[in-house]
């Protein structure tokens, strides 16, 4: 029996488990307590694997509904495998699987710790544990991990505040419907207080050159990702992550107009990866680029 630690092994533990590595992982990006990998499959066999984390596999190119062979907890299963479909894995759980199509695979793993605080407002959330669960459509779930393929693709390591939103609702989504408890969560309407709103507002500028964390912030506004992302949007009418962008933007345009520092410098000194970064995002919120605005000072 294989045991891995992703948070430890890294890459090294894909690697142990595939004998390959993936092509696209989020190590890079720093989301907390959450990893993502995605590959495209030969046909292959895993060993019997107990992991540290919960895994959720999610399968997509896979051209066709395919056969694999899996062994989860103790039971096994020969089921069709389609694009769309997951398989939970909880810590601790034991899992091997053969497969025997080419395909791509969203690995998605997440720290227990994650879960319970994702939603700890309901109480004892520290007790919820996710069900192991063969091959299940759900729409939501493929969506929210094709997402996070899409973003990693796109922002790299600038991906972590809107990576780890996408990964928060895509945790109380799997709550809600594959663990031991399902809380029922709560939908509130008034938005974040002004007191709270207003301590947020000034973190995020006061910290923008940082690379900024939903829990970060979350924690500012003292409530789980869950509740603070939502009553922010409901306060603001922008995600957290759009918040932070386009207040980025604002703050490059006036760093620009002053013509003191180059793209470049600016686009470090608002928090984006580099000038094409900040390029992309200026010309979508504003219409014109860096140098536009430096030629309009």
């Given at each position: 029996m294989l045991k891995i630690n992703i948070a430890e092994e890294k890459v090294a533990a894909y690697e142990r488990v595939f004998r390959r590595s993936p092509?696209?992982?989020?190590?890079?990006?720093?989301?907390?307590?959450?990893?993502?990998?995605?590959?495209?499959?030969p046909p292959g066999e895993t060993p019997e694997v107990i992991s540290t984390q919960n895994g959720i596999a999610i399968f997509t190119n896979t051209g066709k509904s395919q056969v694999a062979e899996r062994s989860l907890n103790g039971q096994f299963r020969c089921e069709q495998v389609a694009d769309g479909n997951m398989v939970i894995v909880p810590a601790h759980t034991s899992c091997q699987s053969r497969w025997f199509d080419y395909g791509g695979v969203i690995f998605f793993s997440v720290e227990s710790s994650v879960i319970a605080h994702a939603v700890h407002e309901v109480g004892n959330s520290d007790r919820i544990e996710l069900l192991p669960q063969f091959a299940t459509a759900d729409p939501f779930v493929y969506q929210a991990a094709v997402a996070l393929k899409s973003v990693l693709?796109?922002?790299?390591?600038?991906?972590?505040?809107?990576?780890?939103?996408?990964?928060?609702?895509?945790?109380?989504?799997?709550?809600?419907?594959?663990?031991?408890?399902?809380?029922?969560?709560?939908?509130?309407?008034?938005?974040?207080?002004?007191?709270?709103?207003?301590?947020?507002?000034?973190?995020?500028?006061?910290?923008?050159?940082?690379?900024?964390?939903?829990?970060?912030?979350?924690?500012?506004?003292?409530?789980?990702?869950?509740?603070?992302?939502?009553?922010?949007?409901?306060?603001?009418?922008?995600?957290?992550?759009?918040?932070?962008?386009?207040?980025?933007?604002?703050?490059?345009?006036?760093?620009?107009?002053?013509?003191?520092?180059?793209?470049?410098?600016?686009?470090?000194?608002?928090?984006?990866?580099?000038?094409?970064?900040?390029?992309?995002?200026?010309?979508r919120l504003l219409g014109v680029t860096p140098s536009m605005i430096q030629n309009q000072a």
């Open positions: 092509q696209l992982t989020s190590l890079q990006a720093g989301w907390q307590g959450i990893y993502f990998a995605y590959d495209f499959m693709e796109q922002e790299g390591s600038a991906s972590r505040l809107y990576g780890e939103a996408i990964s928060n609702a895509l945790i109380v989504h799997t709550i809600q419907h594959y663990s031991n408890r399902r809380p029922l969560l709560q939908t509130y309407e008034n938005g974040l207080s002004h007191y709270r709103l207003r301590h947020v507002i000034e973190y995020i500028q006061a910290h923008l050159e940082q690379d900024l964390s939903l829990n970060e912030l979350a924690a500012i506004a003292q409530m789980s990702p869950h509740y603070f992302s939502q009553l922010f949007k409901q306060s603001t009418g922008v995600t957290p992550h759009q918040f932070v962008i386009r207040a980025r933007v604002e703050r490059a345009r006036e760093l620009l107009m002053t013509r003191k520092w180059s793209i470049a410098e600016v686009a470090k000194m608002v928090g984006f990866v580099d000038q094409s970064h900040l390029h992309r995002h200026c010309k």
